[in-house]
């Protein structure tokens, strides 16, 4: 009943009687106060002025289902919301859901996190109410050996997302690290449950510094508050990540995914880069010079021989 009567409010930019609200939703005017009561616990400003009724002054900006669901207009990604105050990881919660059967676009986010996951065992740091911790669940027909193309895409829609709502210049740093000005503002993580030859299901976990303190961040990182000088809504940004991201998942299933990797391209801030990176097979130092089909960084030495890498940290040489 919280829903429909912010949903109420929210259509009407003026005051709403009591009694209009009471006629249309057939509930009694105590029932309603109730409510209302219940929603301002939430977060939500709601002015009451005797003879003109309820006004909706201003709603939390929490990633809950009513507040992403508002003008969102997907078709598949974000139609089922699973919001938690906190949380371990979304990851395995979204896991766990995916395992229990959970449609293709389900999303699930948290106010926080008590042990966010980056890449590489590393951790991310998730204050409540600050950032965007947020996984999808995808069930694509791929083969297991190309879901890294996936972590590409997201990478790809949370940069434009961002850079529509916050209006900066962001960039890709290879695999999927979105960076401002050379510090890190959101990172992506990809979950796989696959078969030999099929994937079950994928979760893609988003982590955005929206309006995180500096102070509890590590030293290479920033905010979009810190970057834009005030407070960034983050379910304007969830929504319109949600957005780009069904629009670049739509593209891949009906284009394949030279668009996508054309794209990331030009959003890259690797590529031309004079760069190091090291993972299990060894260090490899050289020119980035494209980005394989399958999302593999080509690297050319010294020797003029280029070798390509799937994972590891690119460090940039200067
Ligand atoms: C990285 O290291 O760049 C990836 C960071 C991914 C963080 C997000 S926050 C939502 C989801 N839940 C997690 O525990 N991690 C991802």
Redesign the pocket.
């Known amino acids: 009943m919280e829903e429909k009567i912010i949903q109420f409010l929210k259509k009407n930019d003026g005051h709403l009687s009591g009694e209009e609200i009471s006629r249309q939703l057939k509930i009694s005017r105590a029932g309603i106060w109730k409510h209302i009561q219940e929603l301002r616990r939430e977060g939500y400003e709601i002015a009451a002025v005797p003879h003109l009724g309820y006004r909706l002054v201003s709603s939390p900006d929490k990633l809950m289902p009513r507040e992403l669901r508002h003008g969102l207009g997907t078709r598949s990604i974000g139609r089922e919301i699973f919001y938690y105050d906190t949380v371990?990881?979304?990851?395995?919660t979204a896991f766990r859901l995916g395992m229990e059967g959970a449609k293709e676009g389900s999303v699930v986010c948290?106010e926080g996190?008590t042990?966010?996951?980056?890449?590489?065992g590393?951790n991310?740091v998730?204050p409540k109410g600050k950032?965007?911790?947020?996984?999808m669940i995808l069930r694509p027909s791929l083969l297991p050996s190309d879901a890294a193309r996936l972590t590409l895409l997201a990478a790809v829609a949370v940069c434009e997302a961002l850079r529509k709502v916050a209006g900066i210049d962001i960039k890709i740093k290879w695999p999927?690290?979105l960076l401002v000005r050379d510090r890190?503002l959101?990172?992506?993580?990809t979950e796989l449950s696959a078969e030999t030859d099929r994937v079950r299901f994928v979760v893609i976990?988003?982590?955005v510094n929206v309006n995180t303190p500096l102070s509890l961040l590590p030293s290479r990182a920033t905010s979009l508050k810190a970057e834009l000088g005030r407070s960034a809504s983050r379910v304007e940004c969830l929504q319109e990540i949600l957005r780009c991201l069904e629009k670049r998942y739509d593209q891949l299933n009906e284009e394949g995914f030279s668009t996508v990797i054309r794209q990331w391209k030009e959003f890259s801030s690797t590529l031309g880069q004079r760069i190091r990176i090291a993972d299990r097979l060894g260090e490899v130092e050289g020119e980035a010079v494209d980005l394989d089909q399958d999302g593999g960084l080509l690297i050319r030495g010294d020797t003029g021989i280029i070798v390509k890498r799937m994972s590891g940290d690119v460090v940039p040489v200067v």
Request: net charge positive; hydrophobic share 30%.
């Open positions: 371990p990881s979304t990851m395995d948290a996190q042990r966010g996951k980056g890449r590489l590393r991310w998730s950032g965007i911790y947020a996984s999927n690290d890190k959101a990172g992506i993580l976990g988003i982590g």
